[in-house]
């Protein structure tokens, strides 16, 4: 099934949802009308048994440039500009959207990801990148501190000294450096990358998809849980899913020597 926008692409074919952001003129760059597709789209992925997992891409040369920053400049000559406004209304309700999006979402980090869009990519279960792609925290060339919780995440994935560096510097990094400091997943050559991409989405697609809502669950909430929290949280989703058809299905699978075959119930 694939579903007419302006400026993403929406595909969903055997359980993988895809979007695609499509303005590789502008590198991708955000528009306002662009946020509002992905929130679209979401609303389409998130409606029970439509997908088991979500990829977003950028179509092109670049994952995405962040903001536009023409649409950013003209918003600026408006009487009643509110930097913030953004922030409240589309990029931190997508943040949060992808967070709680009970299936796997993967960041396919085809190029550059800079601003806002290095920090939705982050922002995602699983960031996988090709060997070309880069990353940068390009706010501080514009006078802007990290945003789309680009402060909440940097220094939880790697650390407050390099966090510091990336938020500063606003220097462009590589994805083997990304993947070396923790920052993503992996990196894969360029010619793999789609291979890779796809086959990680089929895995997530045939895989118990309310397991991988409750690991999402247990390990976001253990960046800011105490352990005894944390291990109790463990118990109540433990309990959850072994009630599952898939956690059954998974035990007698290996019993049985086969491969499980999970329905993501
Ligand atoms: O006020 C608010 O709304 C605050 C919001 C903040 C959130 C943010 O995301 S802030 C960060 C915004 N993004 C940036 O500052 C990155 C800007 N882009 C770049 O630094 C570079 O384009 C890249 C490093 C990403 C890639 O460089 P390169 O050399 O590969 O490509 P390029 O030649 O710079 O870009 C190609 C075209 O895309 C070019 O247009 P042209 O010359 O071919 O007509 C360029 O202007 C355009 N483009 C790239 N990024 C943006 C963009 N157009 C609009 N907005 C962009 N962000």
Redesign the pocket.
Known sequence: MSSEYSSILLDITEGVASITLNRP???N??TRTMRQEIHDALSVVEAPGTARVLLLTGAG??FS????????AA??QSEDFD?GR??EED?NPLLLRLRRLPMPVIAAVNG?A????ANIALGCDIVIATRSA?F?Q??A??G?IP??GGTYLLPRLVGLPRAMGLAMTAE?IDAETAERWGLIWRCVDDDQFSSEVAALARKFAEGPTRTYAAMKEALYASLDSEYSAQLAREVRLQREVAAGADSREGIRAFLEKRKPRFTGD
Do not use: K, M, P
């Open positions: 003129t502008r590198l760059a955000l040369r670049a440039a962040g903001q536009d920053l023409e649409e950013a918003s600026r930097a953004a922030l990029y550059v800079a601003g806002a869009s880069t940068l390009a706010f060339r514009i802007l945003d789309a462009q």
